[in-house]
Protein backbone atom coordinates (compact mmCIF):
# COMPACT_ATOMS: atom_id res chain seq x y z
CA UNK A 1 0.00 0.00 0.00
CA UNK A 2 -0.81 2.24 -1.85
CA UNK A 3 -0.58 0.31 -5.10
CA UNK A 4 -2.01 1.46 -8.59
CA UNK A 5 -5.57 -0.16 -8.66
CA UNK A 6 -7.41 1.68 -12.13
CA UNK A 7 -8.69 3.99 -9.83
CA UNK A 8 -11.37 5.69 -11.56
CA UNK A 9 -12.21 3.12 -14.15
CA UNK A 10 -15.70 1.55 -13.87
CA UNK A 11 -16.77 -2.28 -14.88
CA UNK A 12 -19.61 -4.56 -15.46
CA UNK A 13 -18.59 -6.84 -12.68
CA UNK A 14 -20.75 -9.63 -10.43
CA UNK A 15 -20.89 -9.05 -6.76
CA UNK A 16 -18.20 -11.89 -5.66
CA UNK A 17 -16.39 -10.54 -8.05
CA UNK A 18 -16.27 -6.88 -6.85
CA UNK A 19 -16.25 -8.13 -3.17
CA UNK A 20 -13.18 -9.71 -3.92
CA UNK A 21 -11.59 -6.97 -6.05
CA UNK A 22 -12.42 -4.25 -3.25
CA UNK A 23 -10.48 -6.57 -1.05
CA UNK A 24 -7.58 -6.68 -3.12
CA UNK A 25 -7.57 -2.66 -3.22
CA UNK A 26 -8.48 -2.17 0.26
CA UNK A 27 -4.88 -3.74 1.03
CA UNK A 28 -6.41 -7.41 2.35
CA UNK A 29 -2.99 -9.24 2.95
CA UNK A 30 -4.26 -13.11 3.02
CA UNK A 31 -7.55 -14.74 2.09
CA UNK A 32 -8.13 -18.08 3.64
CA UNK A 33 -11.42 -19.83 2.49
CA UNK A 34 -13.31 -23.02 1.43
CA UNK A 35 -16.12 -23.46 -1.83
CA UNK A 36 -19.23 -22.84 -1.04
CA UNK A 37 -22.25 -21.78 -3.66
CA UNK A 38 -23.31 -18.74 -3.77
CA UNK A 39 -19.63 -17.39 -3.43
CA UNK A 40 -17.66 -19.81 -4.92
CA UNK A 41 -16.57 -16.62 -7.79
CA UNK A 42 -14.87 -14.71 -4.31
CA UNK A 43 -12.36 -17.35 -3.57
CA UNK A 44 -11.55 -17.94 -7.02
CA UNK A 45 -11.00 -14.63 -8.13
CA UNK A 46 -9.09 -14.07 -4.76
CA UNK A 47 -6.84 -17.08 -6.05
CA UNK A 48 -5.71 -15.11 -9.26
CA UNK A 49 -5.44 -11.73 -7.83
CA UNK A 50 -3.68 -12.58 -4.34
CA UNK A 51 -1.04 -14.36 -6.26
CA UNK A 52 -1.08 -11.42 -8.57
CA UNK A 53 -0.39 -9.13 -5.39
CA UNK A 54 2.19 -11.67 -4.36
CA UNK A 55 0.18 -11.78 -1.39
CA UNK A 56 -1.59 -15.04 0.42
CA UNK A 57 -4.38 -17.25 -0.28
CA UNK A 58 -5.29 -20.56 0.61
CA UNK A 59 -8.50 -23.09 0.21
CA UNK A 60 -8.65 -24.81 3.63
CA UNK A 61 -9.70 -27.82 4.35
CA UNK A 62 -12.98 -26.42 6.07
CA UNK A 63 -14.39 -23.35 7.38
CA UNK A 64 -13.85 -24.65 10.74
CA UNK A 65 -9.83 -24.45 9.82
CA UNK A 66 -10.49 -21.17 7.08
CA UNK A 67 -11.56 -19.20 10.20
CA UNK A 68 -8.67 -20.81 12.02
CA UNK A 69 -6.32 -19.63 9.69
CA UNK A 70 -8.15 -16.22 9.52
CA UNK A 71 -7.43 -15.85 13.58
CA UNK A 72 -3.38 -17.12 12.50
CA UNK A 73 -2.88 -13.98 10.35
CA UNK A 74 -5.14 -11.53 12.43
CA UNK A 75 -2.88 -12.68 15.39
CA UNK A 76 -0.20 -11.14 13.61
CA UNK A 77 -1.78 -7.89 12.75
CA UNK A 78 -2.24 -8.75 9.17
CA UNK A 79 -5.46 -7.52 6.87
CA UNK A 80 -7.15 -10.45 6.69
CA UNK A 81 -10.31 -11.98 5.13
CA UNK A 82 -12.34 -14.88 4.60
CA UNK A 83 -16.21 -15.45 2.58
CA UNK A 84 -18.37 -18.20 2.81
CA UNK A 85 -22.16 -19.01 2.94
CA UNK A 86 -24.69 -20.04 5.45
CA UNK A 87 -23.93 -23.18 6.07
CA UNK A 88 -20.08 -22.47 6.12
CA UNK A 89 -20.82 -19.80 8.54
CA UNK A 90 -22.27 -21.96 10.42
CA UNK A 91 -19.28 -23.55 11.00
CA UNK A 92 -16.78 -20.48 11.48
CA UNK A 93 -18.83 -19.00 14.89
CA UNK A 94 -16.37 -21.11 16.77
CA UNK A 95 -13.38 -19.40 15.64
CA UNK A 96 -15.50 -16.39 15.41
CA UNK A 97 -16.12 -16.02 19.31
CA UNK A 98 -12.37 -16.83 20.39
CA UNK A 99 -11.52 -13.54 17.15
CA UNK A 100 -13.74 -11.37 19.19
CA UNK A 101 -12.43 -12.95 22.28
CA UNK A 102 -9.19 -12.28 21.42
CA UNK A 103 -10.35 -9.10 19.98
CA UNK A 104 -8.56 -9.51 16.39
CA UNK A 105 -9.33 -7.47 13.81
CA UNK A 106 -10.92 -9.43 10.60
CA UNK A 107 -13.49 -8.99 7.69
CA UNK A 108 -15.91 -11.69 6.86
CA UNK A 109 -18.49 -11.92 4.34
CA UNK A 110 -21.78 -13.78 4.35
CA UNK A 111 -23.41 -14.94 0.69
CA UNK A 112 -26.04 -15.91 2.55
CA UNK A 113 -28.17 -18.92 1.19
CA UNK A 114 -31.77 -20.49 2.00
CA UNK A 115 -31.42 -22.31 5.66
CA UNK A 116 -31.97 -24.27 7.43
CA UNK A 117 -29.57 -27.50 6.81
CA UNK A 118 -28.40 -27.09 3.61
CA UNK A 119 -31.38 -25.11 2.26
CA UNK A 120 -30.50 -24.07 -1.26
CA UNK A 121 -28.21 -22.35 -2.82
CA UNK A 122 -30.71 -19.39 -3.60
CA UNK A 123 -30.65 -15.86 -2.12
CA UNK A 124 -31.85 -15.47 2.05
CA UNK A 125 -31.63 -13.09 4.50
CA UNK A 126 -32.09 -15.67 7.23
CA UNK A 127 -29.35 -15.50 8.94
CA UNK A 128 -29.80 -11.77 10.49
CA UNK A 129 -30.22 -13.73 13.86
CA UNK A 130 -27.00 -15.68 13.47
CA UNK A 131 -25.22 -12.30 12.38
CA UNK A 132 -26.78 -9.56 14.99
CA UNK A 133 -27.41 -11.64 17.99
CA UNK A 134 -24.15 -14.05 18.06
CA UNK A 135 -24.32 -16.99 16.51
CA UNK A 136 -21.36 -18.29 18.43
CA UNK A 137 -21.12 -18.40 22.41
CA UNK A 138 -20.25 -15.74 25.17
CA UNK A 139 -21.20 -12.23 24.96
CA UNK A 140 -19.88 -10.70 21.85
CA UNK A 141 -21.22 -8.84 18.52
CA UNK A 142 -19.84 -8.69 15.45
CA UNK A 143 -19.69 -4.92 12.93
CA UNK A 144 -22.42 -6.18 10.53
CA UNK A 145 -22.83 -4.13 7.14
CA UNK A 146 -25.21 -4.75 4.28
CA UNK A 147 -24.18 -3.70 0.69
CA UNK A 148 -27.37 -3.51 -1.81
CA UNK A 149 -25.47 -3.50 -4.69
CA UNK A 150 -22.41 -4.30 -6.84
CA UNK A 151 -20.88 -0.84 -6.12
CA UNK A 152 -21.16 -1.62 -2.07
CA UNK A 153 -19.92 -4.96 -2.06
CA UNK A 154 -16.77 -2.88 -3.75
CA UNK A 155 -16.97 0.09 -1.23
CA UNK A 156 -17.64 -1.86 1.76
CA UNK A 157 -15.17 -3.82 2.32
CA UNK A 158 -12.91 -1.08 2.92
CA UNK A 159 -15.87 0.57 5.22
CA UNK A 160 -15.09 -3.09 6.65
CA UNK A 161 -11.48 -3.30 7.46
CA UNK A 162 -12.09 -0.32 9.28
CA UNK A 163 -14.11 -1.15 11.46
CA UNK A 164 -12.19 -4.08 11.95
CA UNK A 165 -9.00 -2.56 12.94
CA UNK A 166 -10.53 0.13 14.82
CA UNK A 167 -11.90 -1.81 16.86
CA UNK A 168 -10.33 -4.56 17.06
CA UNK A 169 -13.21 -7.09 16.36
CA UNK A 170 -14.53 -8.93 13.51
CA UNK A 171 -16.53 -7.00 10.86
CA UNK A 172 -18.98 -9.25 9.02
CA UNK A 173 -20.52 -8.30 5.80
CA UNK A 174 -23.90 -9.58 5.27
CA UNK A 175 -24.93 -10.15 1.77
CA UNK A 176 -27.18 -12.34 -0.17
CA UNK A 177 -26.33 -14.99 -3.41
CA UNK A 178 -28.58 -12.36 -5.52
CA UNK A 179 -26.04 -9.39 -4.96
CA UNK A 180 -23.29 -11.69 -5.04
CA UNK A 181 -24.54 -13.09 -8.53
CA UNK A 182 -25.77 -10.11 -10.39
CA UNK A 183 -23.87 -8.07 -12.32
CA UNK A 184 -23.54 -4.34 -12.09
CA UNK A 185 -21.25 -1.51 -12.70
CA UNK A 186 -18.66 -0.88 -10.24
CA UNK A 187 -16.33 2.30 -10.26
CA UNK A 188 -12.87 1.10 -8.70
CA UNK A 189 -12.43 3.60 -5.91
CA UNK A 190 -10.84 4.65 -2.40
CA UNK A 191 -15.02 5.46 -0.77
CA UNK A 192 -15.41 7.69 1.55
CA UNK A 193 -19.16 7.06 3.21
CA UNK A 194 -19.93 5.57 4.92
CA UNK A 195 -16.70 5.27 6.24
CA UNK A 196 -15.97 7.55 9.01
CA UNK A 197 -12.15 8.99 10.02
CA UNK A 198 -9.00 7.42 8.52
CA UNK A 199 -8.12 4.40 10.65
CA UNK A 200 -4.92 3.11 11.99
CA UNK A 201 -3.86 -0.19 10.70
CA UNK A 202 -0.94 0.00 12.94
CA UNK A 203 -1.20 -3.10 14.95
CA UNK A 204 2.82 -2.81 16.40
CA UNK A 205 1.56 -2.91 19.83
CA UNK A 206 -0.18 -5.92 19.89
CA UNK A 207 0.76 -8.18 17.17
CA UNK A 208 2.49 -11.27 17.58
CA UNK A 209 5.68 -10.77 15.37
CA UNK A 210 8.56 -12.60 17.87
CA UNK A 211 9.66 -11.19 20.99
CA UNK A 212 12.64 -8.97 19.37
CA UNK A 213 13.66 -5.95 21.46
CA UNK A 214 10.19 -6.68 24.07
CA UNK A 215 8.82 -8.79 26.25
CA UNK A 216 6.72 -12.19 24.70
CA UNK A 217 3.21 -11.37 24.03
CA UNK A 218 0.20 -13.68 24.29
CA UNK A 219 -3.10 -12.92 22.90
CA UNK A 220 -5.80 -15.78 23.65
CA UNK A 221 -9.68 -15.37 25.44
CA UNK A 222 -8.93 -17.80 28.36
CA UNK A 223 -9.61 -16.10 31.67
CA UNK A 224 -9.33 -18.08 34.99
CA UNK A 225 -9.01 -15.68 37.48
CA UNK A 226 -11.85 -14.48 39.18
CA UNK A 227 -13.24 -11.81 38.45
CA UNK A 228 -10.86 -11.51 35.22
CA UNK A 229 -12.86 -12.83 32.50
CA UNK A 230 -16.11 -10.19 34.26
CA UNK A 231 -13.57 -7.75 33.89
CA UNK A 232 -12.28 -8.32 30.15
CA UNK A 233 -16.27 -8.97 29.02
CA UNK A 234 -16.57 -5.01 30.55
CA UNK A 235 -14.15 -4.05 28.27
CA UNK A 236 -15.48 -5.74 25.28
CA UNK A 237 -19.11 -4.15 26.56
CA UNK A 238 -17.17 -0.67 26.22
CA UNK A 239 -16.00 -0.83 22.61
CA UNK A 240 -19.56 -2.44 21.56
CA UNK A 241 -21.24 1.01 23.46
CA UNK A 242 -18.46 3.14 21.53
CA UNK A 243 -19.52 1.24 18.20
CA UNK A 244 -23.38 1.80 19.09
CA UNK A 245 -22.30 5.65 19.56
CA UNK A 246 -20.27 6.01 16.29
CA UNK A 247 -21.02 3.95 13.69
CA UNK A 248 -24.90 3.45 12.69
CA UNK A 249 -25.36 4.38 9.19
CA UNK A 250 -28.58 4.64 7.47
CA UNK A 251 -30.50 5.71 4.55
CA UNK A 252 -33.54 7.16 4.75
CA UNK A 253 -35.43 7.29 1.42
CA UNK A 254 -38.66 9.68 1.17
CA UNK A 255 -39.52 9.57 4.78
CA UNK A 256 -40.00 12.89 5.66
CA UNK A 257 -43.51 12.65 4.20
CA UNK A 258 -43.92 9.11 4.21
CA UNK A 259 -47.24 7.46 6.18
CA UNK A 260 -45.80 4.29 5.14
CA UNK A 261 -42.28 3.18 6.03
CA UNK A 262 -40.09 -0.16 4.54
CA UNK A 263 -37.39 -1.06 6.53
CA UNK A 264 -35.44 -3.34 4.69
CA UNK A 265 -31.32 -3.84 3.79
CA UNK A 266 -29.58 -5.22 1.22
CA UNK A 267 -31.43 -7.00 -1.76
CA UNK A 268 -34.91 -6.14 -0.26
CA UNK A 269 -34.42 -2.71 0.21
CA UNK A 270 -33.81 -2.41 -3.64
CA UNK A 271 -37.27 -3.85 -3.81
CA UNK A 272 -38.67 -1.42 -1.40
CA UNK A 273 -36.94 1.42 -2.98
CA UNK A 274 -39.17 0.30 -6.44
CA UNK A 275 -42.19 -0.22 -4.62
CA UNK A 276 -42.15 3.36 -3.04
CA UNK A 277 -42.04 5.20 -6.27
CA UNK A 278 -45.02 3.07 -7.57
CA UNK A 279 -46.79 3.35 -4.21
CA UNK A 280 -46.34 7.62 -4.59
CA UNK A 281 -47.58 7.02 -8.19
CA UNK A 282 -50.56 5.73 -6.54
CA UNK A 283 -51.01 8.78 -4.12
CA UNK A 284 -49.61 6.43 -0.96
CA UNK A 285 -46.67 8.71 0.78
CA UNK A 286 -44.37 6.00 1.22
CA UNK A 287 -40.36 5.90 2.26
CA UNK A 288 -38.00 3.34 3.09
CA UNK A 289 -35.28 3.25 6.22
CA UNK A 290 -32.02 1.03 4.84
CA UNK A 291 -29.65 -0.14 7.82
CA UNK A 292 -26.56 -0.11 6.46
CA UNK A 293 -24.99 -1.27 9.76
CA UNK A 294 -27.31 -4.47 11.05
CA UNK A 295 -25.29 -4.15 14.46
CA UNK A 296 -25.01 -1.82 15.73
CA UNK A 297 -28.94 -0.70 14.47
CA UNK A 298 -30.57 2.17 13.71
CA UNK A 299 -32.65 1.47 16.41
CA UNK A 300 -32.65 5.68 17.70
CA UNK A 301 -33.74 6.51 14.08
CA UNK A 302 -36.86 4.59 14.25
CA UNK A 303 -37.59 5.55 17.98
CA UNK A 304 -37.45 9.10 17.04
CA UNK A 305 -39.55 8.93 13.58
CA UNK A 306 -41.48 6.13 14.35
CA UNK A 307 -44.62 8.10 15.69
CA UNK A 308 -45.06 10.42 12.32
CA UNK A 309 -45.57 7.21 10.29
CA UNK A 310 -48.98 5.33 10.37
CA UNK A 311 -47.37 2.00 9.29
CA UNK A 312 -44.02 0.51 9.43
CA UNK A 313 -43.74 -2.25 7.22
CA UNK A 314 -40.42 -4.47 7.86
CA UNK A 315 -39.81 -6.22 4.18
CA UNK A 316 -37.00 -9.52 4.44
CA UNK A 317 -35.85 -12.18 2.51
CA UNK A 318 -36.80 -14.37 5.68
CA UNK A 319 -39.37 -15.84 7.89
CA UNK A 320 -39.09 -12.07 10.45
CA UNK A 321 -35.71 -11.48 12.10
CA UNK A 322 -34.61 -7.69 11.76
CA UNK A 323 -38.43 -7.05 12.85
CA UNK A 324 -37.32 -7.78 16.29
CA UNK A 325 -34.91 -4.97 16.26
CA UNK A 326 -37.60 -2.78 14.92
CA UNK A 327 -39.89 -3.62 17.19
CA UNK A 328 -37.46 -3.40 20.08
CA UNK A 329 -37.22 0.17 18.92
CA UNK A 330 -40.51 1.26 18.13
CA UNK A 331 -42.26 0.22 20.80
CA UNK A 332 -45.99 1.11 20.61
CA UNK A 333 -45.13 4.17 19.16
CA UNK A 334 -46.35 3.04 15.66
CA UNK A 335 -48.20 -0.32 14.28
CA UNK A 336 -45.28 -2.64 12.74
CA UNK A 337 -46.36 -5.16 9.90
CA UNK A 338 -43.96 -7.91 8.30
CA UNK A 339 -43.90 -9.41 4.91
CA UNK A 340 -41.25 -12.08 3.95
CA UNK A 341 -40.55 -14.64 1.30
CA UNK A 342 -38.34 -17.67 1.97
CA UNK A 343 -36.56 -20.66 0.65
CA UNK A 344 -35.28 -18.75 -2.37
CA UNK A 345 -38.69 -16.88 -3.05
CA UNK A 346 -37.60 -12.97 -3.80
CA UNK A 347 -41.27 -10.50 -3.62
CA UNK A 348 -41.40 -8.23 -6.46
CA UNK A 349 -42.16 -4.71 -6.80
CA UNK A 350 -45.36 -5.69 -8.07
CA UNK A 351 -46.03 -8.22 -5.46
CA UNK A 352 -45.04 -5.92 -2.18
CA UNK A 353 -47.33 -2.54 -3.73
CA UNK A 354 -49.87 -4.81 -4.06
CA UNK A 355 -49.74 -5.82 -0.55
CA UNK A 356 -48.69 -2.77 0.45
CA UNK A 357 -52.13 -1.19 -0.92
CA UNK A 358 -54.11 -3.80 0.35
CA UNK A 359 -53.09 -3.00 3.75
CA UNK A 360 -52.34 0.04 3.58
CA UNK A 361 -54.30 2.44 1.23
CA UNK A 362 -57.68 3.24 2.57
CA UNK A 363 -55.98 3.59 6.37
CA UNK A 364 -52.77 5.26 4.97
CA UNK A 365 -53.92 8.52 2.78
CA UNK B 1 26.93 -30.23 32.76
CA UNK B 2 25.78 -26.64 34.43
CA UNK B 3 21.88 -26.56 34.85
CA UNK B 4 20.37 -23.78 34.09
CA UNK B 5 17.20 -22.19 33.19
CA UNK B 6 16.81 -21.68 29.66
CA UNK B 7 16.24 -17.99 28.41
CA UNK B 8 13.17 -19.19 26.82
CA UNK B 9 11.41 -20.03 30.25
CA UNK B 10 9.95 -17.81 32.42
CA UNK B 11 10.27 -18.24 36.01
CA UNK B 12 7.56 -19.82 37.31
CA UNK B 13 5.85 -22.38 38.89
CA UNK B 14 3.89 -24.48 36.43
CA UNK B 15 0.34 -25.62 37.43
CA UNK B 16 0.81 -29.40 36.10
CA UNK B 17 0.78 -32.21 38.55
CA UNK B 18 3.67 -34.38 39.98
CA UNK B 19 4.95 -36.85 37.67
CA UNK B 20 3.41 -35.01 34.50
CA UNK B 21 5.01 -35.10 31.03
CA UNK B 22 4.51 -31.28 29.83
CA UNK B 23 7.23 -29.70 32.26
CA UNK B 24 9.54 -31.55 30.77
CA UNK B 25 8.27 -31.34 26.96
CA UNK B 26 8.11 -27.61 28.02
CA UNK B 27 11.66 -27.51 28.55
CA UNK B 28 13.41 -29.75 26.08
CA UNK B 29 11.45 -27.26 23.18
CA UNK B 30 12.76 -24.32 25.34
CA UNK B 31 16.13 -25.44 25.44
CA UNK B 32 16.27 -26.55 21.09
CA UNK B 33 14.80 -22.63 20.60
CA UNK B 34 17.77 -21.57 22.98
CA UNK B 35 20.51 -23.07 21.03
CA UNK B 36 19.21 -22.26 17.79
CA UNK B 37 18.65 -18.37 18.69
CA UNK B 38 15.49 -18.25 17.56
CA UNK B 39 13.29 -16.86 20.60
CA UNK B 40 12.34 -13.21 19.49
CA UNK B 41 11.56 -15.31 15.39
CA UNK B 42 8.77 -17.75 17.64
CA UNK B 43 5.16 -17.92 17.50
CA UNK B 44 3.72 -20.90 19.52
CA UNK B 45 0.02 -22.12 19.50
CA UNK B 46 -0.70 -23.42 22.74
CA UNK B 47 -3.77 -26.18 22.54
CA UNK B 48 -7.49 -26.68 24.46
CA UNK B 49 -5.87 -29.24 26.83
CA UNK B 50 -3.56 -29.01 30.06
CA UNK B 51 -0.99 -26.67 28.10
CA UNK B 52 -3.36 -24.06 27.33
CA UNK B 53 -1.74 -22.05 30.16
CA UNK B 54 1.69 -22.34 28.25
CA UNK B 55 2.15 -19.03 27.40
CA UNK B 56 2.95 -18.36 31.22
CA UNK B 57 5.39 -20.26 31.06
CA UNK B 58 7.43 -20.06 27.35
CA UNK B 59 9.33 -16.56 27.08
CA UNK B 60 8.17 -15.68 23.70
CA UNK B 61 5.08 -14.85 21.77
CA UNK B 62 2.14 -17.79 22.34
CA UNK B 63 -1.60 -17.77 21.61
CA UNK B 64 -4.12 -20.26 21.86
CA UNK B 65 -6.04 -22.17 19.27
CA UNK B 66 -9.49 -23.26 19.57
CA UNK B 67 -9.52 -27.10 20.30
CA UNK B 68 -7.79 -29.22 18.08
CA UNK B 69 -7.66 -25.76 15.28
CA UNK B 70 -3.50 -24.88 15.86
CA UNK B 71 -2.59 -26.56 13.26
CA UNK B 72 -4.59 -23.89 10.77
CA UNK B 73 -3.61 -21.42 13.19
CA UNK B 74 -0.31 -22.00 12.61
CA UNK B 75 -0.50 -21.95 9.07
CA UNK B 76 -2.46 -18.45 9.13
CA UNK B 77 0.74 -17.09 11.10
CA UNK B 78 3.31 -18.67 8.91
CA UNK B 79 1.66 -18.34 5.60
CA UNK B 80 1.90 -14.71 6.55
CA UNK B 81 5.14 -14.62 8.13
CA UNK B 82 7.38 -16.91 6.58
CA UNK B 83 10.27 -15.50 8.56
CA UNK B 84 8.84 -16.57 11.70
CA UNK B 85 9.47 -19.94 13.14
CA UNK B 86 6.07 -20.99 14.17
CA UNK B 87 5.35 -24.25 16.30
CA UNK B 88 1.82 -25.73 17.78
CA UNK B 89 1.78 -27.89 21.26
CA UNK B 90 -0.97 -30.63 21.16
CA UNK B 91 -2.35 -33.18 23.09
CA UNK B 92 -4.18 -36.41 21.93
CA UNK B 93 -7.74 -35.32 21.97
CA UNK B 94 -6.49 -31.85 20.69
CA UNK B 95 -4.44 -33.37 17.81
CA UNK B 96 -6.15 -36.72 17.27
CA UNK B 97 -9.82 -36.50 17.97
CA UNK B 98 -11.48 -32.96 17.31
CA UNK B 99 -8.45 -31.74 15.32
CA UNK B 100 -7.90 -34.73 12.68
CA UNK B 101 -8.80 -32.47 10.14
CA UNK B 102 -6.61 -29.76 10.51
CA UNK B 103 -3.48 -31.85 11.51
CA UNK B 104 -3.91 -34.20 8.17
CA UNK B 105 -4.69 -31.11 6.04
CA UNK B 106 -2.08 -29.10 7.24
CA UNK B 107 0.49 -32.01 7.11
CA UNK B 108 -0.37 -32.78 4.05
CA UNK B 109 0.06 -29.21 2.81
CA UNK B 110 3.71 -29.46 4.10
CA UNK B 111 3.31 -26.50 6.26
CA UNK B 112 6.26 -24.86 7.22
CA UNK B 113 5.20 -25.45 10.69
CA UNK B 114 6.83 -27.75 13.63
CA UNK B 115 4.09 -29.94 16.01
CA UNK B 116 4.94 -31.21 19.31
CA UNK B 117 2.09 -33.68 19.90
CA UNK B 118 1.86 -34.75 23.38
CA UNK B 119 0.52 -38.67 23.70
CA UNK B 120 -0.89 -39.39 27.86
CA UNK B 121 -3.33 -41.72 26.54
CA UNK B 122 -6.29 -39.87 27.90
CA UNK B 123 -7.81 -36.27 28.32
CA UNK B 124 -6.06 -35.35 31.27
CA UNK B 125 -7.79 -31.55 31.83
CA UNK B 126 -11.10 -32.43 31.66
CA UNK B 127 -10.47 -35.44 34.07
CA UNK B 128 -9.36 -38.63 32.30
CA UNK B 129 -11.63 -39.58 29.34
CA UNK B 130 -10.92 -41.84 26.73
CA UNK B 131 -8.87 -40.29 24.13
CA UNK B 132 -7.94 -42.31 19.98
CA UNK B 133 -4.38 -43.14 21.92
CA UNK B 134 -6.27 -44.39 24.65
CA UNK B 135 -4.35 -48.37 24.96
CA UNK B 136 -6.61 -51.19 24.63
CA UNK B 137 -8.01 -52.34 27.63
CA UNK B 138 -7.64 -49.32 29.29
CA UNK B 139 -10.01 -48.42 32.27
CA UNK B 140 -10.71 -44.28 31.64
CA UNK B 141 -13.47 -42.37 32.78
CA UNK B 142 -15.67 -42.81 29.74
CA UNK B 143 -14.23 -46.26 29.25
CA UNK B 144 -14.23 -47.79 32.85
CA UNK B 145 -14.69 -51.39 31.69
CA UNK B 146 -11.27 -50.49 29.38
CA UNK B 147 -11.11 -49.37 25.54
CA UNK B 148 -12.84 -52.36 23.96
CA UNK B 149 -11.67 -52.61 19.81
CA UNK B 150 -14.77 -53.54 18.85
CA UNK B 151 -16.07 -50.41 20.56
CA UNK B 152 -14.14 -47.80 20.67
CA UNK B 153 -11.70 -48.70 17.98
CA UNK B 154 -7.85 -49.04 17.98
CA UNK B 155 -4.76 -46.65 19.70
CA UNK B 156 -4.10 -44.39 17.22
CA UNK B 157 -0.90 -44.17 15.76
CA UNK B 158 -0.49 -40.68 14.24
CA UNK B 159 2.64 -40.96 13.56
CA UNK B 160 2.73 -43.59 11.59
CA UNK B 161 -0.52 -42.23 9.62
CA UNK B 162 1.16 -39.00 9.11
CA UNK B 163 4.06 -40.12 7.83
CA UNK B 164 2.72 -40.97 4.67
CA UNK B 165 1.80 -37.97 3.37
CA UNK B 166 4.09 -36.35 0.96
CA UNK B 167 4.26 -32.82 3.05
CA UNK B 168 5.89 -34.61 5.84
CA UNK B 169 9.92 -34.21 6.20
CA UNK B 170 10.30 -35.33 9.72
CA UNK B 171 7.75 -37.43 12.18
CA UNK B 172 9.52 -39.40 14.66
CA UNK B 173 8.24 -40.82 18.40
CA UNK B 174 10.25 -40.36 21.55
CA UNK B 175 9.32 -40.70 25.30
CA UNK B 176 10.08 -38.72 28.52
CA UNK B 177 9.77 -41.12 31.01
CA UNK B 178 14.23 -41.94 31.56
CA UNK B 179 17.18 -38.84 30.99
CA UNK B 180 17.88 -41.19 27.68
CA UNK B 181 14.82 -40.95 26.38
CA UNK B 182 14.74 -37.24 27.39
CA UNK B 183 18.03 -36.58 25.40
CA UNK B 184 16.66 -38.64 22.37
CA UNK B 185 13.67 -36.40 22.66
CA UNK B 186 15.86 -33.31 22.69
CA UNK B 187 17.29 -34.36 19.47
CA UNK B 188 14.16 -34.85 17.46
CA UNK B 189 12.87 -31.62 18.89
CA UNK B 190 15.46 -30.33 17.28
CA UNK B 191 15.39 -32.24 13.99
CA UNK B 192 12.03 -30.65 13.67
CA UNK B 193 12.83 -27.10 14.22
CA UNK B 194 16.07 -27.75 11.54
CA UNK B 195 13.66 -29.15 8.74
CA UNK B 196 11.14 -25.87 9.19
CA UNK B 197 14.24 -23.47 9.43
CA UNK B 198 15.27 -25.60 6.38
CA UNK B 199 12.29 -24.87 4.83
CA UNK B 200 11.27 -28.44 3.30
CA UNK B 201 8.18 -29.47 5.00
CA UNK B 202 5.76 -30.40 7.95
CA UNK B 203 7.96 -31.51 10.65
CA UNK B 204 6.24 -33.69 13.47
CA UNK B 205 7.33 -35.03 17.33
CA UNK B 206 5.01 -37.30 19.19
CA UNK B 207 6.21 -37.33 22.98
CA UNK B 208 5.10 -40.47 25.18
CA UNK B 209 4.17 -38.56 28.47
CA UNK B 210 2.60 -39.64 32.14
CA UNK B 211 -0.27 -38.58 32.92
CA UNK B 212 -0.52 -40.43 36.60
CA UNK B 213 -3.76 -38.10 37.93
CA UNK B 214 -5.17 -39.37 34.54
CA UNK B 215 -3.94 -42.81 34.64
CA UNK B 216 -4.93 -43.17 38.90
CA UNK B 217 -1.22 -44.11 39.30
CA UNK B 218 1.67 -42.96 41.38
CA UNK B 219 4.15 -40.74 39.32
CA UNK B 220 6.88 -43.84 40.04
CA UNK B 221 4.20 -46.26 38.72
CA UNK B 222 3.26 -44.08 35.20
CA UNK B 223 6.88 -44.75 34.41
CA UNK B 224 6.37 -48.26 34.30
CA UNK B 225 3.15 -47.76 32.24
CA UNK B 226 5.07 -45.70 29.62
CA UNK B 227 8.19 -48.65 29.86
CA UNK B 228 5.63 -51.52 29.49
CA UNK B 229 2.33 -50.50 28.04
CA UNK B 230 2.85 -47.75 25.95
CA UNK B 231 6.21 -47.89 23.87
CA UNK B 232 4.70 -51.83 22.98
CA UNK B 233 1.80 -49.97 21.33
CA UNK B 234 3.90 -47.12 20.30
CA UNK B 235 7.32 -47.95 19.35
CA UNK B 236 9.92 -45.22 19.51
CA UNK B 237 12.13 -43.74 16.85
CA UNK B 238 12.14 -41.61 13.70
CA UNK B 239 9.81 -43.10 11.14
CA UNK B 240 10.32 -40.62 8.10
CA UNK B 241 13.29 -38.14 8.03
CA UNK B 242 13.72 -36.76 3.97
CA UNK B 243 16.83 -35.11 4.37
CA UNK B 244 17.17 -33.95 0.62
CA UNK B 245 13.76 -32.84 0.27
CA UNK B 246 13.91 -29.85 -1.76
CA UNK B 247 13.37 -26.38 -0.44
CA UNK B 248 9.39 -25.71 -1.07
CA UNK B 249 8.57 -21.87 -1.60
CA UNK B 250 6.54 -20.38 1.90
Given at each position: MPRQHNTGVTKLMAGNHALAEGAVQAGCDAYFGYPITPQNEVPEYMAQRMAEEGRVFLQSESELAAISMVMGAALTGKRVMTSSSSPGISLMQEGISYLCGCELPAVLANVVRG???????AAAQSDYFQSVKGGGHGDYRLLVIAPASVQEMFDFVFWAFDLAFKYRNPALILTDGLIGQMMEPVTFREPTWPRATPVSFDCSGWALTGARGRPPRSIKSLYLGDGVLEAHNAKLQAKYARAMAEEVRYEAV?????DVVFVAYGIAARVCRETVARLRAQGVKAGVLRPLTLWPFPSAWLAEHAPRFAHIMVVELSCGQMIEDVQLAVGNRCPVNFYGRTGGGVMTCQELTTVALERFSTKAV | MNYKRPESMQLVSTHYCAGCGHGVAHRLICEVIDELGIRERVLAVAPVGCAVLAYDYWNFDVTEAAHGRAPAVATGMKRCNPENIVFTYQGDGD????GAGEIVNAANRGELISVFFINNANYGMTGGQMAPTTMLGQATTTSPSGRDARREGWPMKVIEMLAQLDGVVYAARCALHTPKHVREAKKAIRAAFDAQIAGTGFSIVELLAACPVGWGVKPTEAVQVIEQQMIPVYPLG??????SAAPVAP
Open positions: GPGLGNIETDDA | LAAITVKQVA
